[in-house]
């Protein structure tokens, strides 16, 4: 498990909220935001060259540090709105944590190893993309590690078997959640039986004996 990176987005408070002044932001390359604070609410504006760079690092895990006018506040992605033939945000909403309570965060898992499976001509399944925990937002990860090594013929690997530390991290997902299985392989049809052998030829009658001769 890795630490999730740090990033600083800076932003400015936005002053007019109609529809015609967020599409002039849009068209000086900002876009309109909205962070839901713990006190109150804040109308930003973000610059969306800036924010598209940082974004493919994403997750909906990672805390960024929001400076609005100078002030920092510790935010996660909420929900967004993009463009995507013009590549371009339309809008976005941050919703500020409480780094001194415990949070339901989502967290992607990288399943790792070769299962011994696969050499018995099995086929690993993927299932759970992503596992949500309560935790502090310090101890936040980029991902989760399944390593499937040991995994066999129709064995699968569960939440409950991912090494967390109980005392970090507690589960919301439940732990009987398949994360991935190893499939045995499809069997080939049973072969066709053989086609029954064509019944004998009836023997032709035997011509009657003509009635002899009076």
């Known amino acids: 498990m890795q630490k999730a990176e740090n990033f600083v987005l800076e932003a ?14 849009r068209k000086e390359g900002l876009i309109p935001a909205v962070m839901y604070g ?7 504006l973000i610059d969306n060259r800036v924010f598209s760079k940082m974004y493919s690092k994403l997750t909906r895990a990672t805390i960024i540090d929001l400076k609005i006018d100078g002030t920092e506040h510790k935010v996660l992605i909420k929900d967004y709105e993009k463009n995507h033939l013009k590549d371009q945000f339309i809008h976005i909403d941050f919703f500020e944590i409480d780094t001194t309570k415990p949070m339901h965060v989502t ?16 086929l690993l399944e993927k299932h759970l993309p992503a596992v ?5 937002a310090k101890d936040i990860v980029t991902h ?13 690997f569960h939440v409950r078997d ?18 991935a299985r190893v499939s045995e392989p499809v069997k080939a049809e049973a072969e066709e039986a053989p ?20």
Do not use: M, W
């Not at 400015?12 to 932001?25: M, N, Q, V």
């Not at 992607?108 to 190893?113: D, L, M, N, S, T």
């Not at 949500?132 to 502090?136: A, G, N």
């Not at 991912?162 to 994360?179: G, M, R, W």
């Open 195 to 214: 086609a029954a052998p064509a019944a004998e030829a009836a023997p032709a009658a035997e011509a009657a004996p003509a009635d002899d001769a009076k």
């Open 132 to 136: 949500e925990v309560s935790c502090l």
């Open 107 to 122: 967290i992607p898992v990288e399943v790792i190893g070769s299962p011994v499976g696969l050499r018995n001509g099995g």
């Open 38 to 44: 713990h006190k109150e609410n804040a109308n930003i």
């Open 144 to 156: 989760f590690e399944a390593n499937v090594d040991a995994l066999d013929l129709g064995q699968s």
């Open 12 to 25: 400015k408070k936005r002053e007019l909220l109609k529809k015609e002044a967020s599409k002039r932001y």
């Open 162 to 179: 991912l090494k967390l530390d109980p005392k970090v991290f507690k589960l919301v997902t439940s732990e009987d959640d398949v994360i």
